[in-house]
């Protein structure tokens, strides 16, 4: 899929993003914002993923580490095709497939496993990126954290045992938007210089700008082609990328827009297509 | 005198029937945290190296790990020390494994007082508590090698996460390769109708002995081995309160929230009766020989005896 067709998809998610959001009363907009371009170039361009069969046992897995973010997830998978788009307006509503943070009960189609206790994501995926080594699959695996994600100590843990067990098939993903819930990451506990950090524990890092769809597109590629040793992708990026009054605002981490905030910000990524 | 045909560790039964379980199911994958030779999981990293790893001191990654090979469709086999495989990862194994109802089976070795002298911060006592408090999880306590090497291959193929509890130092064997092994079925160990001793792991043979005692005493005890811990078996329980009126429970545990506390739910919602509970009571262990622990904690035939004619004089 070329990059003007991921552009207006990008801007299409933000939308459904922030309705479903007004919709539910509550949630997470700053930091689903901030992962749209990540997301949407995973599945449209890099994810052996196929909406019809979705636990085919060639799939690619994803894990969202960062729970809170669902929505993305959410909008992205009614995006290509897993569930219709009008169930997005149930989200965190009684009774809903679509609960406030992942739930793999519920049986939502490309709900691996149930996420949004922090920090316990990327065990899973080495789990899982171990488990296709055993089986000799080629299947990959992709997990999404947040950057306030890796204060967690259990993060670290799955850090060094990656490299351990050469888990070359493990692409690991830190949406870098700076904020989280008290403030700026660097103020509450600073986990800079995270790119040396991981390379430090032996990963392929590659450092891009995480709105920048060429950027994101080639260091999937990339990824692919390096043997031995798991990638982490560094992507900066904006909390609340898309909205002028929510980007970088650490107040959006977790508050529902009103009705009048909703449309403003509709109108914004309308506008900003043209 | 009490059938004793062994003594043996339960830790070997767990590794044995990995051994077993990993010959004929290519699904079975155990991991191990520095602890490999000491939970007894050495034999099947032998066998199977593809399909054993060894997370190291990281106990988070290792519930995790376990997660992640579950979604990839293995039936993962987790051992350490009880207090670690069940305290430290408690909420992987809530909120990625039960909340997610993923085939992890977790064995926590180590458990109780008779860790020894390690002392406390080792003796897992509180396990049974905190693991049969989650939705999806089934909690078994088997009570001697046999039963647990049982439990371990039955554990494989019963759907959701699984918590096996067992212990590090040889205690009698009291069950045979023909003793009926059902997880959520009661095994009536002996039978009377006076009073009923519940029982679960290493205190099922300490109540086999107070039946003993008691009997020659003209009291007459049906002896529980309760090795499902949860779901567990109410229709047993339910038939010993009316039979016998009057019920002991016995485990090396914490009295608080284990195994005890899952028994008296039963009884006063069915059928009320008077009880009485042995287990450590509401303390920390400290150093020493097993067999001086259990006599200092309370753990003894005697006292199962002691707590018998106290519940006889409430019946």
Sequence with gaps: MDFTDLKNISASVRKEILSMLYKAGSGHPGGSLSAVELLVDLYNNHMNFNKDNWQDKNRDYFVLSKGHVCPVLYAVLSQIGCFPKEE???????GSRLQGHPAKDKKLPGIEISTGSLGYGLSIGVGIAKGMKTLNQNNRVYVLMGDGEQQEGSIWEAVMAAPHFKLDNLCAIIDCNGLQ????????????????????????????????????????????????????IVAKTVKGKGVSFMENVYGWHGKAPNKEQLEKALKEIDESLK | MVKVLGNKATRFGFGEGLVELGKKDNKIFVLGADTVSSVAINEFQNNFPDRFANVGIAETNLLGMAAGLAVAGFTPFVSTYGVFASGRPWEQIRTTICYSNLNVKIGGSHSGLMVGPDGATHQALEEIAIMRC?????????????????????????????YIRYGRESIPVITEESTPFEIGKAVKMRDGKDVCIAACGSMVYEALVAAEILEKEGIKARVLNIHTIKPIDEQAIISAAKDCGAIVTAEEHQIYGGFGSAV????????PVPMEFVAVN???????????????????????????KKVLKRK
Excluded at chain 1, 88 to 94: E, F, H, M, N, S
Excluded at chain 1, 187 to 210: M, Q, R, T
Excluded at chain 2, 146 to 158: G, N, R
Aim: proline share 5%; with cysteine.
């Design chain 2, 264 to 271: 008296s739910e039963v009884v006063v919602k069915s059928c």
């Design chain 2, 282 to 308: 509401d303390t920390f262990g400290e150093s020493g020989s097993p067999a001086d622990l259990m006599v200092k904690y309370g753990l003894k035939d005697i006292n199962i005896v002691n707590a018998v």
């Design chain 1, 88 to 94: 997005l307006d149930t989200l965190r509503k009684i």
């Design chain 1, 181 to 232: 819930i008290d403030g700026k990451v660097e103020d509450v506990l600073n986990i800079n210089p995270i790119a040396d950090k991981y390379k430090a524990f032996g990963w392929n890092v590659i450092e891009i700008d995480g709105h920048n769809l060429k950027e994101i597109d080639a260091a999937y590629a990339q990824a692919k082609t390096v043997k031995g040793v798991p990638t982490v």
């Design chain 2, 134 to 162: 989650l939705p999806n999880m089934t909690v078994l306590v088997p009570c001697d090698v046999v039963e647990t090497k049982k439990a371990t291959m039955s554990a494989a193929y019963y759907d959701g996460p699984v």
